[in-house]
């Protein structure tokens, strides 16, 4: 065991902070925080597809051909190999999505495209009615 040893007298001030209390207090600003922050509600909510059970038939196949869109790196959306803007996107979706036998929309997103790109095409799709979406591996 070591102790101080000083010349200090009984009843003298000691110069040494005591930081406990202060780090005590700084851990309750903390955590009072965290707790005040606001969670954060910019999802897109998507009704993905209950699976069938085990024992079910395979469904009949389509003779609809899916409708393929490439969302390239630099933002550019391809709807079946042509360029479309967003508006013109839309358009196209409301068009399929007013069919009574709907096609397949198939996203091919580039690896390096952004996010929010992503998430317009797929909230379009369900925006407008579409029922089987399906993201395929990126390039």
């Not at 059970?53 to 469904?59: L, R, T």
């Not at 397949?104 to 089987?132: C, D, F, T, W």
Request: proline share 12%; glycine share 8%.
């Amino acid at each position: 065991m070591s102790m101080a040893v000083g010349g200090g007298e009984e009843g003298d001030p000691v110069s040494e902070i005591n930081t406990t209390p202060l780090i005590d207090v700084m851990l309750v600003l903390l955590v009072m925080l965290l707790i005040t922050l606001p969670p954060e509600r910019h999802a897109v909510n998507l009704d993905t597809p209950i699976p069938p059970p085990p024992d079910a038939p395979p469904p009949p196949p389509s003779e609809i051909e899916p409708i393929r869109i490439q969302i390239e790196q630099s933002g550019v959306i391809m709807w079946m190999g042509e360029e479309v803007a967003r508006s013109e996107l839309d358009r196209r979706l409301k068009v399929e999505g007013a069919r009574s036998e709907q096609a397949e929309i198939h996203i091919e997103p580039n690896r390096r495209a952004k996010y929010g790109v992503i998430a317009h095409v797929m909230a379009s799709v369900q925006r407008n009615g579409l029922k089987k979406m399906g993201v395929i591996g990126g390039t």
